[in-house]
């Protein structure tokens, strides 16, 4: 496999579980996650789509990327293709982003491989380095190729002695439909078909349970984090959320909203676990 990405060239972290793929020279970026020997790669390729703003084009690309929420033109958007300092940790690999000039934010991710099983812990770390407290949440962002099924755990259960509270939420944006095809809902489990169409589709929630994945192929996708559940969090109180148009899909996480002073951080891990074989009515269980 050659070490790069169309045309940007990378370096990869590897055992007999698992490679994931980062970019050397933009980011902090991961481009690809394959099962080691295979050359399908879990997550969408799309190293041509841009957005454009005043700061010049921000590439998509693909992969997995850390944005700060809540969302904002152009300051979510600012381009990262200014290089990536990249520093072996222990168990694994640092990609730090320069600094931006613009919120005064370094982002930077830390992947950690599994050794026992097909799984890898990625830390998201959003550092103030600014002159002034700025309020943010590391955003984790994974987008996928369509043709799959993004699984969406509920909670069931009272989440009080009597079951008097509410226990769930769900968050539309103003240009879901409420009727769209690609959106089953379960009591116990919301489903988003990812199919080619729009307007797209955002919806967002906040999840309890910890998890959750993408199926596609057989093969299953798990981002796990631990719920933050006593702290305030961006859009409506959302810790998940999920977007979908006629060309990808993205999971997404979300850490609290958090007043960060200047020289201080904010940290958001996910575990991730990939599976092979997998028969779509048996991914509830592997969620619980």
Known sequence: MPNNFYGLPTRAIENKFLRLEFLVTAGPRIVRLLFPGSTENVFAELPHKTIETVQGDFFLRGGHRLWHSPEAMPRTYLPDNTGVQIKEIDGGVRLRQPTEAQTGITKSIEIR??????????????????????????????????????????????????????????????????????????????????????????????NRRGG?????????????????????????????????????????????????????????????????????????ELLR
């Not at 407290?133 to 996928?144: K, N, R, S, V």
């Not at 409506?236 to 997404?252: G, K, P, T």
Request: hydrophobic fraction near 40%.
């Open 212 to 284: 959750i994945a993408y199926w596609r192929n057989n093969i299953l996708f798990v981002k796990r984090f631990t719920p933050q559940i006593d702290q305030p969090h961006p859009d409506f109180n959302c810790n998940v959320e999920v977007y979908c148009n006629d060309e990808f899909i993205e999971l997404e996480t979300l850490a609290p909203l958090t007043r960060i002073e200047p020289g201080q951080s904010a940290t958001h891990v996910e575990t991730w676990e990939l599976y092979s074989g997998v028969n779509l009515d048996s991914v509830n």
């Open 113 to 206: 491989l599994d050794a026992q099983r097909a799984a890898a812990t990625i830390t998201h770390r959003l550092q103030n380095d600014g002159a002034r407290a700025a309020e943010f949440a590391p955003w984790a962002i994974t987008m996928l190729p369509l043709g799959g099924v993004a699984i969406l755990p509920q909670t069931v259960s009272p989440i009080d002695a009597h079951g008097l509270l509410p226990n769930r939420n769900l968050v539309w944006w103003s240009y879901t439909r409420i009727n769209d095809a690609r959106l089953e809902l379960a009591n116990d489990t919301i489903r988003v078909h990812a199919r080619a169409e729009l307007p797209p589709c955002k919806i967002g929630y906040f």
